[in-house]
């Protein structure tokens, strides 16, 4: 029963999908409000998941896709901005929940309201990085937000396996809350590192694009299963291992690399739908089990508003208080502090964007039903209210109001433009320098069986070609006519210069003379051009064999 309604929930989820983006809507928010108006209807069975299949099935591709897209270098860059608000951010607000909470319901133990509050932290970046790039944040904002939604996503779950281990009584190696989730970043990174290694090395000895991909799909299953089996965090396992193929993705086939964005843009579409939707699915389900637990459903109401205000609270309010520490030591001249990227009003937005998603609703469906001993597992029910109730509400209340922060505080970057210029001409500089360089080491050595005059006209073909495209598709015919032979040493040449252009590229944002964005801007569009050239190749070879 569940696999049909599972597929009914992934359909009805792209039709609204598709609805939200043709009228500028929020889709994550639609699906959510959606969903929990269709759980009203009379009569409509629940959609039950094991939390295992939440947290082990969903969540590390999602990770995983979006590690993969992530710049390692920018990464480095801009880490301190990221551990601030991907960890410490994250910590104070797991703990400024806990607290309150224990405050409140001062009988639940304290992991309980602690994997509350791991649930509620981490930001989802997906909508204010969408919402940035539309109005024009400069690309380090974006770029801080898109590396703290990976790190903040790690760090709450690996506390809330850690808070979640406390009550049940499972996966507990030792008795130190420290210790332990020591152990799970250690290991989790560990683990993911060796994985990706291992799955890098043997892509490179396979080429077969199909058979590549699908182990870059079951990848982060098997780093999830693996860390989570020697008890470390098998999220951290995921992202070190996206992060890891990520930057060494220059290495494999074109084909693959062009498969693995189009897949992994599908999964993300489908997998991010089917958790918001079913999250709101369980609402009417959830309040029933509000109130059969002897809660009223309007104080749990109330109490998830409280969960909704702290969270939105607290993200300004330390991302202020780092500012106003900063101006003050600075004005002191107590201490030489490090580089800040960002300015005042990009601090106020970054601290402003902490809408809540996939990563909260799903985690708020792993908790567990019950403890070792059988008995409910304490508080679940208001964990699941309050993580709509925040999502919801940060969605309507943050993320409405994103843009109307962005235009009034006129968070753009003059020379943004200037800097993504400089860049495009340092492609422009390492290509024509590639293509001549490779042009000329062709012209001295001649192909076998070549006329040296048809080999220098075509090498003059080439060079045409390569530098100006609008003439293009005049040069591809011109050495269609002059016959296959010809036409197939022009391919030749173009899928060289291609290569070595991608190379030299590549070698460039090593050297850090080429920005990492920049340079997969650059690359998916070579990739286009040289999967066009293998295919016509491959096309003529199969009319080369038909023909004999």
């Known amino acids: 029963m569940n696999g049909s309604w599972i597929l009914l929930v992934v359909i009805a989820g792209i039709a609204v999908t598709a609805f939200a983006a043709r009228r500028n809507l929020q889709a994550p928010l639609v699906l959510v409000v959606v969903g929990a108006l269709a759980s009203l209807v009379p009569g409509l069975p629940r959609l039950m998941l094991h939390p295992d ?101 790690a ?39 060796v994985l990706a290694f291992a799955v890098h090395g043997i892509r490179a000895r396979m080429y077969d694009s199909p058979l590549e991909t699908v182990l870059g799909l079951v990848l982060p299953f098997a780093a999830y299963l693996a860390a989570e089996e020697i008890h470390a ?6 992202v070190a291992a996206g992060l890891y193929l990520g930057h060494r993705a220059t290495d494999v086939s074109v084909s693959t690399r062009i498969q693995e964005r189009a897949v992994w843009k599908s ?34 109401l109330l109490g998830s508003c409280l969960v909704l205000f702290v969270v939105i609270a607290v993200r300004p309010a330390w991302g202020l208080l780092h500012w106003a520490r900063r101006a003050l030591v600075r004005r002191a001249g107590l201490v030489r502090l490090g580089y800040d990227p960002m300015n005042f009003r990009e601090h106020v937005v970054v601290s402003w964007a902490g809408m809540r998603g996939v990563v909260t609703l799903a985690a708020a469906g792993g908790v567990p039903v019950a403890v070792a001993s059988g008995a409910p597992f304490p ?32 968070v753009t970057d003059p020379y943004e433009r200037l800097r993504t210029e400089e860049q495009l001409a340092v492609v422009r500089r390492i290509s024509s320098q590639s293509r ?43 050495a269609e006519d002059a016959g296959a032979r010809v036409a197939t040493l022009f391919d030749d040449i173009r899928r060289t210069a291609l290569r070595a252009r991608r190379k030299d590229l590549i070698a460039a944002r090593d050297r850090g003379e080429l920005d990492d964005e920049i340079l997969r801007d650059v690359l998916e569009s070579l990739d286009i051009e040289e999967a066009g050239v293998e295919e016509h190749i491959r096309r003529r070879r199969r009319d080369e064999s038909s023909q004999r």
């Open 53 to 153: 299949v939440i947290l082990g099935v969903v969540l590390p591709p999602l990770l995983y896709s979006a590690a993969l897209r992530f710049s390692v270098p920018t990464f480095r860059r801009y880490l301190p901005s990221i551990l601030r608000l991907g960890v410490l951010t994250v910590l104070v607000t797991a703990f400024a929940v806990a607290w309150i909470a224990s405050v409140l319901v001062p009988a639940v133990p304290f992991g309980a309201v602690l994997a509350l509050g791991a649930v509620v932290a981490p930001t989802d970046a997906v909508s204010a990085v969408a919402v940035g790039e539309r109005l024009g944040l400069p690309k380090r904002v974006l770029a801080v937000l898109t590396g703290e939604g990976l790190v903040n996503d």
């Open 155 to 193: 760090t709450a779950l690996t506390l809330f396996t850690v808070a979640v281990a406390a009550v049940t009584g499972t996966h507990i190696l030792t008795d130190s809350p420290v210790l332990l989730f020591a152990y799970e970043v250690v290991g989790g990174v560990g683990i993911g590192l």
């Open 233 to 238: 965090s098998g999220i951290l396992a995921v």
């Open 267 to 300: 999964v993300d579409v489908v997998l991010e739908m089917f958790v918001f939707a079913y999250m709101g699915l369980q609402f009417r389900f959830v309040l029933e089990d509000v109130r059969d637990s002897g809660i009223e459903v309007l104080h749990a």
């Open 379 to 410: 508080g679940r029910e208001m964990i699941q209210i309050c993580a709509l109730v925040v999502a919801i509400g940060t969605l309507l209340i943050q993320g409405a109001t994103m843009p109307w922060l962005i235009r009034r505080l006129e």
């Open 436 to 478: 001549e360089r490779v042009l000329r080491e062709l012209g001295e050595h001649l192909p076998e069986g070549t006329d040296p005059e048809l080999y220098a006209e075509l090498l003059a073909r080439a060079r045409a070609f390569l530098r100006a495209r609008e003439n293009a598709r005049h040069v591809e015919d011109t």
